[in-house]
Each structure stands twice: as structure tokens, then as C-alpha cells.
């Protein structure tokens, strides 16, 4: 018996040795290309996704009905959006859900029909009812289906349960980039990998509320040539009333709640949190791309 267990064990024991001995291969992280419209820092969304971020708020022209990218991550449409219409010549920015155009679900419904707006009880995540799925992106690479709509599990992920998660985010205020020159109070998001540019300040949290951070343009610009994402406060849309510009923020998720609501991340100078509401509400979209 003694023989038999010293000739079992012995080679065991070495391969034991050889497992510990040999070197842990290193994580080769894939290159980031840069994408046309897109903020080119990585964001995870899930313990194996990571996307980037729209160089800004989507847009709609329904006389072309043409969709393009804000050029600033601070601009938004404000109280233009009450000139929503089907012949509206402006740009819009503020949405019923799932208003891609897919099934005659046009961006400038407007009133509270449920059948108007995405039905059932499913996510748009992956269907033709995500605006960045149905649609191509003017100045967005011009391709259907390049972009998405982060979901509601997505969104926390981000916020709450990536690395650090409570270390990348912040509200703050963007100095006279808003309507008529007003200032634009939003959340500042930071890449998973992220380094502060000189001679600028990031205080994550929102205890001062949108003065947690305040940036001028300037700073702002190598905030974000640093990967940093900026949501604005753009306000909401009830019909053809349009609130709260420049203090209020809601951004549509792709994930329901009801057959007649949707869940929504919202935020206003007290912080941020995640509410649901009915799918007519006019809300802005943020899209992203996987990378």
C-alpha cells in the first residue's frame, strides 16, 4: 500500500510544481480604432462589454428625416423642441420611446396613444425601435445599426458596479453653452481608463449639485480629449411643453417597465437616480457604440 500511494503521488506533485512554476500569460487589451462620431475613451457596461459614447444628444429633422450627433456633448435643442411636427424644418432633440421611424413610429409623436410609441411589454434593445439601430447616423459613420441604446442593467452597471464606479462620475456645470448662452448643468462620466488633464479639477459626487464641477469651455474641452462624457440637462418634453432646461436631465434606457412606460435615468441638482414613465414623455437619447 505504501508503494502504491508514493508512485500516484509523486507524479502529481510534479505537475503540481509545473502549474505553479509557469508564468500567467499577460492581458493583451484590444486597440481602441477610432469611431467617426464618437467620444474614443472605453466605458463598461457589463463585466465584458465596454462601449464608447456619441459625440453628443441625438438629433431629428423631420423635413429630411435626417438624424445626425450634436456637435458638442453640451448642446441641446431647449424649447425649440415645441415646434415638434411633421414638417418641422428645426432640429429636435427630446423623444417619445422607441420613436425610431421603425413601424411608423415617428420622433414627433406627440400625443399620449400608447400604440404611438414602442409597444408591449419588451426592451427595444436590439430591434428596430432603437433609434441607433434603425437608423444611420449622418455624421456617425452613415450605416444603420451602428449604435444602440444602453438598457436599465446596463446603465447601473456603469454608474454603480464598474471599478471605481463612484470615483467616475460627478454633476457639474458647462459655463455659457446653454440656450441663449445660459450655463448647462449635466453628469460627467469618466472612461474606465482615465487620467486628469493638467490644470483642471474633477471632484466625483454631486454635494455641491451642478457646482461640484464648473467648467469653462476651455476646460471642458480637455476634459473630454481626455475621454471625459458630458449629459446635459435638456430638460423634458410633456406634449408640446418643454421644461426644466438646463437643470432637469432624463435620457431614455431600451428597457420597459410596463406596457405603457419605460425606465428612464434622471437627474437634477440634488443627483441622479433611475425612475419610470410613460413612454409618450419626450426624453433625451445618448447612444453608444460596443468596442
Known amino acids: 500500500m505504501k508503494h502504491t500511494i508514493k508512485y500516484t503521488f509523486l507524479p502529481l506533485l510534479a505537475t503540481l510544481v509545473l502549474c505553479a512554476c509557469k508564468p500567467e500569460e499577460p492581458v493583451v487589451e ?8 464618437a467620444i474614443n475613451a472605453r466605458y463598461s457596461v457589463a ?15 423631420a423635413t429630411t428625416r435626417q438624424w445626425r450627433f450634436a456637435s458638442n456633448q453640451y448642446d441641446v435643442i431647449g424649447t425649440g423642441n415645441v415646434l415638434i411636427d411633421t414638417t418641422n424644418s428645426r432640429w429636435i432633440d427630446l423623444f417619445g420611446w422607441g420613436t425610431s421611424g421603425y413601424n411608423d413610429l415617428m420622433p414627433y409623436a406627440t400625443d399620449d396613444t400608447s400604440s404611438h410609441y414602442a409597444p408591449g411589454e419588451a426592451d ?3 430591434t428596430e425601435y432603437d433609434w441607433g439601430q434603425h437608423n444611420a447616423i449622418s455624421n456617425g459613420g452613415n450605416k444603420v445599426g451602428q449604435w444602440r441604446t444602453l438598457t436599465y442593467q446596463e446603465w447601473q452597471y456603469l454608474l454603480y458596479y464598474r471599478r471605481d464606479a463612484s470615483l467616475h462620475r460627478a454633476l457639474a456645470t458647462i459655463e455659457n453653452v446653454g440656450p441663449a448662452g445660459t450655463d448647462m448643468g449635466g453628469i460627467v462620466l469618466l472612461p474606465d481608463k482615465w487620467e486628469l488633464p493638467a490644470n483642471v479639477t474633477f471632484n466625483p459626487g454631486s454635494i455641491e449639485g451642478f457646482q461640484t464641477n464648473v467648467y469653462t469651455v476651455g476646460d471642458w474641452n480637455l476634459m473630454q480629449s481626455a475621454g471625459a462624457v458630458f449629459l446635459p440637462a435638456g430638460g423634458y418634453r ?10 432637469y436631465g432624463c435620457y431614455w434606457t431600451a428597457s420597459y417597465y410596463t406596457d405603457d412606460s419605460a425606465y428612464e435615468l434622471y437627474f437634477q441638482s440634488s443627483g441622479l437616480d433611475f425612475y419610470t414613465t410613460a413612454r409618450a414623455a419626450g426624453h433625451s437619447v445618448r447612444l453608444v457604440m460596443n468596442k
Open 124 to 126: 427595444i434593445a436590439r
Open 30 to 37: 484590444k486597440p481602441l480604432y477610432p469611431t467617426v462620431g
Open 238 to 247: 410633456d406634449g408640446t411643453n418643454v421644461n426644466l432646461v438646463g437643470t
Open 47 to 61: 463585466d465584458t462589454v465596454t462601449v464608447v459614447f456619441a459625440q453628443g444628444n441625438l438629433q431629428y429633422q
